[in-house]
């Protein structure tokens, strides 16, 4: 059971009130009348899939019904760390486990 | 060239018994890579064994490598379910696994290894109007295409699974089901060694213990691939290595549509005979079936989060067993002896990944997610077919990379049974 600090309601709460919904910082290409179908689809459906630290969002369901990120490791599962949407996304720190 | 091998029969039983089995061969030797072959398959689970297997068999190409980064069937193949079937939606898909049932079926002639393939059916179960017309539409579908399927009310469900709540007070009455009478189990681990051990005997040369680190590509051809043990020279390499997929993709500048999720599955301590079918639910949501040992063999939907850990969070195995009970309140007070997680490559339209790419040589095969299982002789098969011939056997033609581009998604997330 993952323990998740949600930054809105500040504090630690378990997995079992949050959503995953999905990898972070992907952005809608700007214009979508003017990409080619390869980029429309990679931005669709292709995802980096991170073994490591990845940064991923998840929904607080059950409490602020707010978004926010994480960075976690996919193969340990720790949490590094955690940002709200409108912060700059902090560096994955040297120290971090890989 | 390999050494003779055993052939196993009823009579070697007997004569082995006679010397205490203490002279049984070693099913497949423990080569060191040569410094070149013709192919080269990254991956050795159930897939992977079955393309090595295929390219020799089917194609005559024997200079094959199989290379895996731990021991061979480690990985998913030995933590599914072991269900086996072909009753999905789409043409394509319905042609693809209705391609591998007929694979299993003789396959443990086929490989001289008891695969323990018991052909016993499978139930989908229907819970609410809305489940049974999607029955339905997929019964006729299957039936349509050839795949043997029937509709069942719920007098006929019970009387196929005596043990199942039936009762119209349940919180999720059944309905009914689809059955598919030539669906059924197979022994996960064997399915890997009898392909290993037959690919063997045919001159494949099995690389254990040996990460896969790079792939050398020039001139937009692949050269080999870089091992923990050194560079192992590959005119094709075909890449099958499950939820590690992206791993190696990464290695030739390549992202792919897929995502790794932790699948759990677990097993009772074991019980006499009470469960002679495969019981499928998707919407109370879980799915279990009885092995020869006795024990219940569970499964239900991926953890939703990425994970590459082979464990999930206990939550999934709360809902998996709440439905369970739900489905067979008889359980309630058995124990669970055993609990574990694999990698399931996911792809967004729940449908697997056989193509060639944009390098020369370098074929993947992934993608599968939460139903390769049952496709290991199909998917073997067809990917042997596709890297013999450097182009993609007509099975395999839909589920190329080029449908995330077309948009020509095949979507059998209903079929897949398993939530995502």
Not at chain 2, 276 to 303: C, E, F, L, P, R
Not at chain 2, 342 to 348: A, F, K, M, S
Request: glycine share 10%; charged share 20%.
């Amino acid at each position: 059971m993952l323990n998740i600090y949600c930054p809105y309601c500040e504090e630690y709460r378990e997995e079992e009130e949050f959503t995953y919904a999905g990898e972070a910082h992907i952005v809608r290409p700007p214009d979508p009348e003017c990409v080619s179908d390869e980029e429309w689809g990679r931005y669709l459906f292709h995802r980096n899939n991170i073994k490591g630290n990845h940064r991923e969002m998840w929904f607080h369901a059950t409490g602020c019904r707010l978004f926010f990120n994480v960075i976690r490791n996919t193969v340990s599962y720790d949490i590094e760390q955690v940002y709200k949407l409108t912060d700059t996304p902090p560096e994955i720190r040297e120290d971090q486990h890989k | 060239m390999s050494e003779k091998k055993n052939h196993y029969s009823g009579f070697g039983l007997f004569k082995h018994a006679l010397s205490f089995h203490e002279h049984w061969q070693r099913v497949w030797r423990n080569p060191q890579p040569k410094p070149f072959y013709d192919v080269v398959i990254i991956g050795g689970g159930g897939h992977g064994l079955a393309t090595a297997y295929y390219l020799a068999k089917v194609h005559g190409i024997t200079n094959v490598a199989v290379v895996e980064k731990g021991y061979l069937g480690g990985g998913n193949t030995a933590r599914n379910t072991t269900i086996v079937r072909s009753n999905y939606l789409w043409d394509e898909a319905a042609h693809l696994f209705e391609h591998s049932l007929k694979l299993w079926e003789g396959l443990s002639q086929d490989l001289n290894y008891n695969l323990m393939f018991s052909q016993r059916g499978v139930l989908n179960l229907g819970h609410t109007l809305q489940d049974m017309r999607n029955i339905e539409r997929r019964v006729n579908a299957n039936r349509l295409n050839g795949i043997d399927g029937e509709v069942l009310d719920t007098a006929a469900v019970q009387t196929l699974v005596p043990l199942l709540d039936c009762s119209p007070n349940a919180r999720y009455p059944v309905l009914g089901a689809s059955w598919q009478p030539r669906a059924g189990t197979a022994r996960h681990d064997a399915v890997a060694w009898g392909f290993a051990r037959a690919a063997d005997k045919l001159g494949i040369d099995l690389i254990q213990q040996s990460e896969v680190t790079g792939i050398r590509v020039s001139n937009g051809r692949v050269q080999g691939v870089e091992t923990k043990n050194g560079f192992i020279g590959a005119a094709k390499v075909g890449c099958v290595a499950a939820g590690n997929s992206g791993e190696i993709a990464k290695m030739v500048n390549m992202t792919l549509p897929i995502e790794s999720h932790p699948l759990q599955a677990m097993v009772s301590e074991p019980l006499k005979p009470c469960l002679d079918t495969v019981v499928m639910s998707n919407h109370v949501h879980g799915y279990i079936s009885q092995s020869d040992k006795g024990d219940m063999v569970i499964g239900a939907g991926i953890d939703s989060y990425l994970g590459y850990g082979q464990r999930g969070s206990f939550p999934v195995v709360e809902h998996t067993i709440a439905a369970i009970i739900e489905m067979f309140p008889f359980l309630s007070r058995v124990r669970l002896n055993r609990h574990w997680g694999g990698i399931v490559d996911i792809c967004p339209d729940a449908c697997p990944i056989i193509s060639p790419t944009v390098i020369d040589g370098l074929y993947f095969n992934c993608g599968w997610g939460t139903g390769g299982f049952k496709a290991t002789p199909g998917s073997g098969h067809v990917f042997a077919d596709t890297i013999a011939n450097d182009r993609p056997h007509p099975l395999a033609q839909p589920f190329s990379l080029d449908r995330f581009v077309s948009g020509y998604l095949i979507d059998e997330h209903g079929a897949a049974g398993v939530a995502h």
